[in-house]
């Protein structure tokens, strides 16, 4: 579990009166990160965008590692269905 400083910690009230000022505290490296806190548990976190990018691509690669290895594990007639099937999705 990932644990904050106090310093860290900000209520969503008071984040909203000075959101500016917290985000560049964050951009400058003031902060590494701040734990938005609503109903006393943290919500969610602010970071820099560069830290964002870097973890999404890394979850992007592992998630294509995985597919990976699961169509690695499949046989031949399974992957074979997969390539024939079409996935509709509404947005």
């Known amino acids: 579990m990932i644990t904050y400083a ?3 910690m900000i209520g969503i009230t008071e984040l909203g009166k000075s959101l500016g000022s917290y ?3 964050v951009t400058s490296n ?20 560069e830290e964002y990018e ?11 590692k995985e597919i990976e290895t ?10 074979q269905v ?3 099937k079409t996935i509709s999705i509404d947005i």
């Open 6 to 8: 106090k310093s860290e």
């Open 23 to 25: 985000l560049d505290k």
């Open 30 to 49: 003031v902060f590494t990160k701040i734990a938005i806190i609503r109903r006393n548990k943290p919500e969610a976190v602010i970071i820099p965008i």
């Open 54 to 64: 870097m973890l999404q691509s890394l979850y992007d690669r592992f998630e294509q």
């Open 70 to 79: 699961l169509l690695g594990s499949m046989s031949e007639e399974d992957k």
């Open 82 to 84: 997969v390539k024939t």
